[in-house]
């Protein structure tokens, strides 16, 4: 595995050999010649020098997820929400790490 530092201290791990990119905010990884793409995007936020509550973190989370999806029950020590979305034979899995002021969110295009 190569593992990655990104922004506000979150790391990343993916495995030997592939393709690392960064896109307006977006960490992109990829393994070469295979249609397999994992997007990661890190958020932190606080207001008046206060870290914002896990809640919101989770609430900015969830709204980008489409309603249109399956919960994924996931084991994980931070708080995390996961779904499956299907779309024109794409399969997407969506997940969101948060905690006060954080949230990593994860995409996984198959």
Same mark, same amino acid.
């Given at each position: 595995?190569? !593992?990655? #530092? ?6 990343? =791990? %993916?495995? #030997?050999?592939?393709? =690392? /990119?960064?896109? +307006? ?5 990829? @393994? ?9 995007? %890190?958020?932190?936020? !606080?207001?008046?020098?206060? @870290? &914002? ?5 989770? /609430?900015?989370?969830? =709204?980008?997820?489409?309603?249109? +999806?399956?919960?994924? &029950? %996931? *084991?994980? #020590?931070?708080? $995390? !929400?996961?779904?499956?979305?299907? =779309? !024109?034979?794409? *399969?997407?899995? $969506? $997940?969101?790490?948060?905690? /006060?002021? /954080?949230?990593?969110? %994860? +995409?996984?295009?198959?």
């Amino acid at each position: 595995m190569t !593992e990655y #530092k990104l922004d506000f201290g979150w790391v990343i =791990s %993916v495995p #030997k050999g592939w393709s =690392s /990119e960064r896109d +307006n905010g977006e960490y992109i990884f990829y @393994p070469d010649g295979s249609d397999t793409t994992l997007y990661a995007a %890190v958020f932190h936020a !606080e207001k008046d020098g206060q @870290p &914002a509550d896990d809640l919101v973190m989770r /609430e900015i989370f969830l =709204s980008t997820v489409p309603t249109d +999806n399956k919960k994924l &029950a %996931v *084991y994980s #020590k931070l708080c $995390c !929400e996961a779904f499956l979305i299907v =779309s !024109e034979g794409i *399969y997407r899995i $969506c $997940c969101g790490f948060f905690f /006060e002021g /954080e949230l990593m969110s %994860v +995409n996984l295009y198959v």
